[in-house]
């Protein structure tokens, strides 16, 4: 059976011995008329019973998972001959991978000594995956129906099934947490990592304050721009300029959107505004880049000529513009929801004290509203940093440094995936200067969330 297939089969399993657990709790008070007699529930015995089938299973099916190829590889190898065995680890890789190739198409009769040296490690390799799989499945079988049998064991009238329950609950969402933390921890390592490795071949200096980036080298040191430019600060610059136009569309109208929307409109216009506005966060950002080169940068660059302005055809204003559109409603819905957060009490007492309705607002609601006003605008604007395929598609990919809105620039993210595109190798300073962005994005919005987490202290202190 395949992974996919054992994981139905486990479930299965699971929701069979939770049924088995209750009945057999059942049997060990004596019937349905004695289950007062225990100490827990039925139920309570079924879902031990079942977190105890699935459990043990799912963690041995990603233990096989895991270490399933490369156990399989070597068993492999060490039936290939002595020749192929001593090779190096790259030309062991291709040779294996054209193995792999062979094993998954129509294996025929072959001539050559070579290929069929292939044929029969094709033939190996087949049969190894097979024996793997019915393993597989044995052992999962098996770890299912020993530990049930494990569990019922234990039964008794006075067997606390709730609590042991409750612990096994306890340690799935310590463990949960955990892989959120190592995850976490495992990008940031390899980020770091191979910053490291850009950074031992480019300067820190040269990429934090170079002006001038092209990230082009050559194969041959006796080609044309062997020694590419990394300086970094016109992306920077470019993604700061896109942001803060964005930004400056986004906020007001949000902001302005929520108020409406939380203290002036009617009941019945609120149900209908909201979620339409919501729509537009579920908007492909592909479409808004669709929009943005189609429709507003064309437009904006009709605009520019009348008024005797020289604007490009991909220019940071029509980027910035329709990104704007895009962040709306996550400053609109965030802000509506901490200014509705705020106790009516304050409203009322300050309506009840003579103030006037935008009164109240300016200096009573948004005030107390202002850690999740905050956290809404640091929000879009992590969503504004991390966008792409807008300023592809309506900024560009050029790396000028300038703050003029009607000139094409990039960001740090294009250049992230342009520097990934195609087939690269990871030991060359373009490939790698790629991790020294990511690492740039990393550290800007961690920046971003401490100062939020300052801001909303500040204030939830003033009005908890």
């Known amino acids: 059976m395949t992974s996919s297939t054992l994981i139905f089969v486990i479930l299965f399993l699971a929701l069979f011995s939770y049924w088995y657990g209750m009945h057999r709790s059942i049997k060990v008070a004596g019937g349905v008329t004695k289950v007062k007699q225990l100490v827990s529930l039925p139920r309570q015995f079924g879902l031990l019973t079942a977190l105890w089938c699935g459990i043990p299973a799912l963690i041995v099916l990603l233990l096989w998972t895991v270490f399933e190829a490369t156990v399989i590889e070597s068993l492999l190898v060490a039936k290939l001959p002595q020749n192929i065995q001593e090779m190096t680890p790259s030309q062991l890789g291709l040779y294996l991978n054209d193995i792999k190739i062979m094993a998954q198409q129509n294996l025929g009769e072959v001539t050559e000594t070579s290929e069929q040296i292939k044929h029969f490690a094709a033939l190996e390799f087949q049969q190894l995956n097979l024996n793997a799989a019915w393993l597989k499945s044995a052992i999962i079988f098996l770890v299912c129906l020993s530990c049930v049998m494990f569990i019922v064991s234990r039964f008794r009238l006075d067997y606390r099934a709730r609590a042991a329950t409750e612990k096994i609950t306890l340690k799935v969402l310590m463990a949960c947490s955990g892989i959120a933390v190592l995850t976490t921890l495992g990008i940031v390592l390899s980020v770091l990592f191979e910053s490291i490795n850009f950074f031992s071949e480019v300067s820190p200096v040269e990429f934090l304050f170079g002006t001038e980036w092209s990230p082009q080298t050559a194969l041959r040191a006796d080609q044309v721009a062997s020694s590419g430019a990394f300086g970094a600060v016109p992306l920077f610059v470019g993604t700061l300029l896109i942001t803060f136009i964005a930004m400056l569309m986004a906020v007001p109208i949000g902001l302005m959107t929520a108020i409406y929307l939380s203290q002036y409109a009617s009941q019945r216009l609120r149900t209908v505004a909201k979620p339409m506005l919501e729509i537009l966060a579920g908007i492909p950002t592909v479409v808004y880049g669709f929009f943005a ?15 005797g302005l020289n604007v490009a055809s991909e220019s940071a204003l029509a980027a910035g513009i329709v990104m704007g559109v895009m962040i709306i409603p996550f400053v609109s819905s965030l802000s509506d929801d ?29 005030p107390a509203a202002l850690p999740g006003i905050v956290g809404a605008i640091l929000l879009a604007v992590s969503r504004a940093i991390g966008e792409t395929m807008i300023v592809v598609m309506a900024a560009g990919m050029a790396a000028n440094l300038t ?62």
């Open 403 to 464: 703050v003029n809105p009607l000139e094409s620039v990039t960001t740090v993210t294009v250049q992230i995936v342009t520097l990934l595109t195609g087939d690269q190798e990871f030991d060359s300073a373009k490939t790698l200067a790629a991790f020294a962005l990511g690492l740039m994005l990393f550290v800007t919005t961690l920046a971003l969330n401490v100062v939020a987490l300052k801001v909303v202290r500040k204030y939830r202190e003033q009005y908890d």
């Open 293 to 307: 080169a189609l429709t507003v940068a064309p437009f904006v660059r009709d605009v520019g000529e009348s008024l």
């Open 338 to 366: 901490a200014i509705n957060a705020v106790p009516k009490t304050l409203k009322e007492g300050s309506l009840g004290m003579g103030a006037t309705m935008s009164e109240t607002i300016r200096h009573v609601l948004l």
